[in-house]
């Protein structure tokens, strides 16, 4: 079976890692993987093809950009698919319709973004939720990341039975504590042995709030913030170190390719999620998975779960104030490991790559003409 998969770009962000996670785990189930990006050939492109995996650019300019839509239908004329599978707002839209002009009927898309007010970082207007809507409506099978996804999707009038609930997936093998690691690390960013390091993961964007651990840092002398990731907000939250007198403090250390994250949590003491809406909280589980306690605002993916499923993750309001509290509290207790819990093995990547396996097949299938074609 051969499935290509259309995403907005191929930076570090969460629904990119997971694209490459998964795409790893597919051929050993019968599913030869193409993938085509609009924007930003980033890391994760690098990661794709160093697995040997095809990776297209389209090089769109914009979200009007419409010289795109025939380009990506002659591509996927061209590589003759049998399934199309979509990730993210921008390539749903254009995916879909590239898809269904090209001929091919199977075509899956998932929602990795979908919030209360925002959709891959853009506000959900009327018409953003109309094109969302008229689009999805080409496809055969939407695949939400976690219950709540699904829920909102319902809400909006994606019918029941197109949906399907395909949680994300982590690698937790490759995030087990390395000591060796944690040294190397540290001594690389110039963090002392003995420091108390927060650390967190995710793209700079507003609706993330790292501003919000800054100022808990800030508050507690001595402890050094290391951020993994990039976006927008990298100059304000630079600005803001620096007027609370922490710049020497904070390390952010950009876009990182996923091989090198289990080593970067490795130097931490605790990692915070401050987001107050996740779509499914792939950073509090790799967190958990690398043995860190966790201090996070909102997680799907362990509201979902029974709280015995992990013990190291602790809640918070996402108010600075609640935040240093209890990072006081670690910083007293001194480092700690914990083992990997029954959440992080709950949401495997094998689970993920099994069950849309069974997807792309049975998507194909209910669209196969009498001679067995999807087109």
Same mark, same amino acid.
Request: hydrophobic letters at 45%.
């Given at each position: 079976m051969r499935v290509l998969h259309v995403i907005t770009g191929l930076g570090s962000g969460g629904a990119e890692q997971q694209l490459a996670a998964v795409v790893r785990r597919l051929p050993a189930r019968g599913v030869d993987c193409d993938v085509i990006t609009l924007t930003n050939p980033g890391p994760v492109a690098d990661r794709l093809r160093e697995d040997g995996v095809r990776v297209g650019h389209l090089g769109m300019a914009g979200n009007r950009d419409l010289s795109a839509l025939p380009r990506l239908t002659r591509a996927v004329r061209h590589g003759r698919y049998d399934v199309v599978h979509t990730h993210l707002y921008r390539a749903g839209v254009y995916g879909r319709i590239a898809a269904r002009a090209a001929g091919v009927r199977a075509v899956v898309a998932t929602e990795h973004s979908l919030g209360a007010a925002q959709i891959e970082g853009r506000p959900l207007t009327v018409p953003t939720r109309g094109l969302y809507l008229a689009t999805e409506r080409l496809g055969r099978a939407t695949v939400a990341v976690s219950a709540a996804v699904a829920r909102r999707l319902r809400d909006w009038g994606v019918p029941a039975e197109r949906l399907h609930v395909v949680p994300n997936g982590i690698e937790a093998e490759r995030y087990r504590y390395c000591p060796s690691a944690r040294r190397?690390?540290?001594?690389?960013?110039g963090v002392a042995p003995e420091a108390f390091v927060v650390? %967190?993961?995710?793209?700079?964007?507003? %609706?993330?709030?790292?501003?919000?651990? +800054?100022?808990?840092?800030?508050?507690?002398?001595? /402890?050094?913030?290391?951020?993994?990731?990039?976006?927008?907000?990298?100059?304000?939250?630079? =600005?803001? !170190?620096? /007027?609370?007198? +922490?710049?020497?403090?904070?390390?952010?250390?950009? &876009?990182?390719?996923?091989?090198e994250v289990p080593a970067l949590l490795a130097a931490c003491d605790v990692l915070v999620s401050p987001s107050r809406e996740e779509t499914f909280g792939l950073a509090v589980l790799e967190g958990l998975a690398a043995?860190?306690?966790?201090?996070?605002?909102?997680?799907?993916?362990? @509201? @979902?779960?029974? /709280?015995?499923? !992990?013990?190291?993750?602790?809640?918070?309001?996402?108010?600075? $104030?609640?935040? *240093?509290?209890?990072? =006081?509290?670690? /910083?007293?207790? %001194?480092? *700690?490991?914990?083992?990997?819990?029954?959440?992080?093995?709950?949401? &495997?990547?094998?689970?993920? !790559? @099994? =069950?849309? #396996? @069974?997807?792309?097949? $049975?998507? !194909? #299938?209910?669209?196969?003409?009498?001679? %067995?074609?999807?087109?």
């Open positions: 190397g690390v540290r001594a690389r960013l650390g %967190g993961l995710g793209r700079l964007v507003g %609706g993330k709030r790292f501003d919000v651990l +800054v100022r808990g840092v800030a508050a507690l002398p001595g /402890a050094v913030l290391v951020l993994i990731g990039d976006g927008p907000e990298r100059a304000r939250l630079l =600005r803001l !170190a620096a /007027a609370l007198g +922490v710049a020497d403090r904070v390390r952010l250390l950009g &876009d990182r390719c996923a091989d043995g860190l306690p966790v201090v996070h605002a909102a997680c799907p993916a362990l @509201e @979902e779960r029974p /709280a015995a499923d !992990a013990p190291g993750a602790t809640r918070f309001d996402g108010e600075v $104030s609640e935040l *240093v509290t209890a990072l =006081r509290a670690f /910083a007293r207790a %001194g480092p *700690v490991r914990l083992p990997q819990p029954r959440a992080v093995r709950h949401y &495997d990547i094998g689970r993920a !790559a @099994e =069950r849309l #396996t @069974e997807i792309y097949r $049975s998507t !194909a #299938t209910s669209v196969a003409g009498p001679a %067995g074609g999807t087109r």
